[in-house]
């Protein structure tokens, strides 16, 4: 305040203090830093001589507090339509019993049109969360034959990485990347029944349909294409590939989805990577989970 002072007379700074002097407002007012220097505050074009310094700062305070109680009442608002949003756009239970039973004609892949950032549901199922199929469209292929695709980010930075392990001796293969409701319901289902698993048991080492992180496109699988007899298996933790991965994976924005021990209670997967180096790949894992 001082600058400010020293451009005014003495008269004014008289004045001033005159004013400001007998403020009897609330603590709260007294509190307030005076960020803007007194010649410089904007007054109202009634009367500005006469506007009592404290009424000024009553007046202000009860409007930002009228702001914050609005900003609260439309965040309140803003939550409850994405509630209702989230809901509307989530796989209904029915349907994921539903494709088991009938998985030729997918009733599911017909269902909800998938957000262009692949949302996220909060709900968790087996130590798996829900999220969207990613679209056709947005999927690049990673493999000579086109059989194995992410999203188009996503296929880039494999690719890179790929190349970069290469240069170091290093043999990355995608074993499986992208896939469908329709694929991983029998990967689920299928699976389950051949081998007897309980539905508990299967989760553990699959996600069921609706709840994969194949879905999204960010996600796939790795092997050693020097050691391809520990594909999909825990050994492949031994394997250069793996060992590569571990130092060099997050240089290309690639992270381990089950590592060993984590929250989900997901069995440890070494060879399952996904993709976090984009704005929607970091909202599809990490939006929804602040909640769990
Ligand atoms: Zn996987």
Redesign the pocket.
């Known amino acids: 305040m001082l600058p400010v002072k020293q451009t005014l007379n003495k008269a004014e700074v008289k004045r001033l203090d005159k004013v400001s002097a007998p403020d009897n407002s609330s603590d709260v007012t007294k509190h307030l830093p005076d960020d803007i220097p007194v010649a410089l505050r904007d007054t109202p074009s009634v009367a500005p001589t006469t506007v009592d310094r404290s009424m000024l700062r009553a007046g202000l305070i009860t409007l930002g507090a009228i702001a914050i109680a609005a900003g609260v009442l439309v965040a309140v608002q803003f939550q409850r339509s994405q509630q209702t949003q989230s809901d509307n756009t989530a796989i209904p239970e029915g349907i994921v019993s539903r494709i088991a039973a009938n998985s030729a004609q997918s009733p599911a892949s017909a269902s909800p049109t998938p957000a262009p950032t692949a949302s996220v549901n909060t709900d968790a199922m087996l130590g798996h969360f829900r999220y969207a199929e990613a679209s056709q469209g947005v999927l690049g292929s990673i493999a000579a034959d086109g059989s194995i695709k992410l999203r188009k980010a996503a296929a880039k930075a494999y690719q890179e990485m790929q190349s970069a392990a290469q240069q170091e001796g290093v043999s990355l293969v995608p074993l499986?990347g992208f896939r469908t409701l329709t694929e991983q319901d029998y990967l689920f289902f299928g699976k389950k029944a051949e081998r007897g698993q309980v539905a508990a048991e299967r989760a553990k080492v699959s996600a069921p349909p609706g709840y994969s992180?194949?879905h999204t496109g960010y996600?796939?699988?790795i092997g050693d294409g020097a050691v391809p007899a520990t594909n999909l298996s825990p050994d492949f933790e031994n394997t250069p590939a793996f060992k590569w991965l571990k130092a060099n994976a997050p240089f290309h924005s690639f992270e381990l989805s089950f590592p060993k021990n984590n929250k989900q209670g997901v069995s440890y997967?070494p060879?399952?990577w996904r993709f976090v180096g984009d704005r929607a790949s970091l909202e599809t894992f990490y939006k929804a989970r602040g909640k769990k």
Do not use: G, I, P, R
């Open positions: 499986s992180e194949h996600a796939l699988d997967e060879w399952h």
